[in-house]
């Protein structure tokens, strides 16, 4: 029968991949049957480069977070080239240091570690903003990394610059497996025009994590906002209810901010605030949340507790905590807070009850301290 039209995948003796399309058929007049075959390896690598940017862009809108959008990559980029050890650096300017969100490797398995082949060529790659290529044999070799190729058997490295408008803002590499498969210039070209995509898939995904962050964070603070402490509030009461369970809400103001801001001036206000989120965030679990929902005031959210006096325990602690005089910018701060405490079910089953209710109860401590700092 003849056979039209069918492909090979070939690997040449110097280990580049050629892909064939063939067309045979069986010729009466020789006995023998006759192959014309074409070299399509540049269509198949345009075809390939189609796809792949195509896949990616879907994998930017559709990865739920950068971990998610990383191994989608990795399986994109593994269709095409053996990938099999897979790296992913990002710099972070603030700390000036490579992170790596993601990696897979067969030897290397914590690239942050000093003097690591994955480290050294990433931060190569990201101090030149250029790609390197590494093939066993090399002449050329970038200088430091000879010996990665002076064995014929050696695994073949390729790392790729993560370019974006605002500059390099990480790497990718991947490394063949030793003796295998290597890399030629068209996939570090291939690789380069992918990388310009993935560079953006990141970015949309930090900025869009950033704003996220803001959206639920203070700023001044870091500790969550309003509309987060709602979040988890509604989520603690749910659970209090399903399983007959305590919750409780603690409403604290600091007494005579207002006074603070105007004598020592607004800086050392804010280095107040922050000073006493993190007192706060000292004196309750991990599992529990410290929210600023306004200039000096704070809501602690205790999740699950056992008892309404252990709400009262805990507004005890804050109490001692902040009496604790403040050093700030040269200035000693004396500060006393007024603290409001709403039990679940004690004092509502509804969010909007238990806020009244703190509320309530820290404005009545307010008042006794207004009317003991009078006598």
Not at 181 to 191: C, M, P
Not at 273 to 302: P, Y
Request: aromatic share 6%.
């Amino acid at each position: 029968d003849p056979k039209l039209n069918f492909e090979n995948r070939y690997v040449r003796k110097d280990g580049r991949v050629v892909h064939i399309l063939w067309s045979a058929r069986w010729s009466e007049v020789d006995q023998l049957r006759i192959a014309v075959a074409r070299d399509i390896t540049e269509r198949k690598q345009a075809e390939s480069r189609q796809a792949a940017l195509y896949a990616i862009s879907e994998a930017a809108h559709a990865a739920e977070d950068l971990l998610a959008l990383f191994k989608r990559i990795h399986l994109i980029i593994g269709e095409w080239l053996p990938a099999l050890n897979f790296s992913v650096a990002l710099y972070d300017e603030h700390c000036a240091q490579i992170n790596f969100p993601y990696h897979v490797d067969d030897h290397e398995h914590q690239p942050e570690q000093p003097g690591t082949v994955t480290g050294r060529l990433c931060a190569e790659v990201i101090r030149t903003g250029l790609p390197i290529l590494l093939t066993p044999g090399q002449e050329d070799a970038p200088q430091g990394f000879e010996e990665l190729v002076a064995a014929q058997q050696s695994p073949c490295w390729l790392g790729v610059p993560l370019n974006s408008q605002n500059g390099t803002i990480g790497a990718l590499i991947v490394k063949s497996v030793a003796g295998g498969e290597r890399y030629t210039e068209q996939d570090k070209e291939l690789l380069q025009f992918v990388c310009a995509q993935v560079a953006t898939a990141i970015e949309r995904k930090q900025l869009h994590a950033r704003l996220q962050r803001m959206a639920q964070y203070d700023q001044l603070t870091q500790l969550p906002n309003r509309a987060l402490l709602r979040d988890r509030l509604k989520a603690s009461l749910t659970l209090a209810k399903l399983d007959g369970g305590r919750m409780a809400l603690l409403y604290v103001d600091l007494d005579r901010f207002k006074e603070v801001n105007d004598t020592h001036g607004h800086a050392v206000g804010d280095m107040l605030l922050q000073a006493v989120a993190n007192r706060l965030k000292g004196c309750v679990r991990e599992t529990d949340t410290v929210a600023r929902i306004g200039g000096d005031e704070f809501v602690v959210l205790l999740h699950s507790i056992r008892t309404a006096e252990d709400a009262d325990n805990v507004a005890g602690k804050i109490r001692l905590v902040l009496a604790q005089p403040l050093r700030l910018d040269g200035h000693s701060l004396n500060i006393q807070p007024s603290i409001g405490v709403a039990s679940f079910p004690e004092h509502g089953t509804e969010e909007k009850q238990l806020f009244r209710h703190a509320d309530e109860a820290m404005y009545s401590a307010k008042r006794q301290h207004h009317l003991s700092h009078k006598i």
